[in-house]
């Protein structure tokens, strides 16, 4: 799998205009992918929290006869695999298609999203209706840090590398060819989903991974869920994205053609972890947060993009990534968490 060459900034400001244009979404065509069924394991131990010191520990493996796995390739950009996992819903009979959420870094979050998924189910019936897609690593651990750090990242200037000169980055973009063009029509094979109830739930280097997509893809999700996004990566790039984004939703009349909704979740430097394993080049926390802060309240003046923020007082960058899943799937299943706040254009509502 080639690394492609770095962006320009024009040609980021394109991509997201010719996302902008794409917004309303379309359903996509059924195809058939690779898959090799595995069959249930065991429990092997519970929900984790600290992911930056149990990466290198084995994935809890669900047993249930709605969980399965299998292995899947990207058609564009051949290489290594992916392993899939697959919660199908509780409630067989909906017509209209199912809400569904992809998770990223499978292997450790959809063992969380299926245990928040049961206790949500005693009291939402729409969580019976709801499939979990994990995309995770064939490595039997729970976080594939070199495969996740190309995956999830733009091309990466050396100098903001700080002594990870070996590290592979840039791969965000064919990863998400991968989920358009190959894992969405695989899941649309087995299950019926509805094509304006799909979400994208990221984490760290996975949340910044969920702003790129919404500024260059905005028609893939119609909820997006950024946990502790890296903005720092790479000399804050990302913000470039985030302006290119807004001058193509203005070029576009400053509105979403269908709902969409955007959660941005914060942790706290004093919670129960210890720093981020990921961190490089950091800037301070207090003003990562009032940064991504004045990032919501721009997006939040877009019409038919409801954005909400939640920051987790009690919880470090790892510790986060379990209630952080759970209030998501909230929001998805048209439940707002009292502790979300619904950032509005004039400020925090």
């Not at 004045?294 to 470090?316: C, M, T």
Request: proline content about 9%; aromatic content about 6%.
């Amino acid at each position: 799998m080639g690394i492609p060459p770095p962006l320009h900034p024009n040609d980021k400001r394109r991509r997201c205009l010719l996302g902008m244009a794409a917004l309303a979404g379309t359903a996509l065509a059924p195809t058939i992918g690779a898959a090799e069924p595995v069959p249930p394991a065991s429990v092997t131990g519970t929900p984790i929290t600290r992911p930056h010191q149990q990466a290198q520990l084995p994935p809890e493996q669900i047993q249930h006869e709605r969980v399965s796995s299998f292995l899947l390739e990207s058609s564009r950009h051949p290489g290594e695999p992916w392993r899939i996992h697959l919660a199908r819903p509780v409630d067989a009979s909906r017509t209209q298609g199912y809400s569904i959420v992809y998770l990223l870094d499978g292997n450790a979050s959809f063992p969380l999203a299926w245990h928040a998924l049961q206790s949500l189910q005693t009291h939402l019936p729409s969580a019976r209706q709801l499939v979990l897609v994990g995309i995770g690593y064939p490595a039997h651990v729970r976080f594939d840090v070199q495969r996740r750090f190309y995956d999830f990242t733009p091309p990466t200037a050396e100098e903001h590398l700080r002594g990870r000169k070996d590290t592979r980055t840039g791969g965000q973009d064919a990863f998400l060819d991968f989920i358009e063009h190959d894992l969405r029509p695989a899941i649309g094979q087995r299950l019926a989903i509805h094509p304006q109830r799909q979400a994208l739930f990221g984490h760290s280097l996975g949340g910044l991974l969920t702003l790129h997509a919404l500024y260059t893809r905005p028609h893939l999700f119609q909820i997006w869920m950024a946990a502790d996004p890296s903005t720092w990566w790479n000399g804050q790039s990302i913000h470039q994205e985030h302006t290119a984004f807004l001058a193509g939703v203005h070029a576009a009349g400053n509105r979403f053609q269908n709902p969409a909704k955007l959660l941005l979740q914060r942790s706290s430097e004093s919670g129960r972890g210890t720093k981020q394993p990921e961190r490089i080049a950091a800037t301070p926390h207090d003003s990562r947060r009032m940064e991504i802060l004045n990032n919501a309240l721009e997006l939040a003046r877009i019409e038919g993009l409801e954005v909400f923020y939640q920051h987790f007082a009690h919880e470090s960058h790892p510790s986060m990534l379990a209630p952080a899943i759970k209030d998501g799937l909230s929001l998805l299943l048209g439940t707002t968490p009292a502790a979300l706040q619904r950032i509005e254009p004039q400020g925090i509502g």
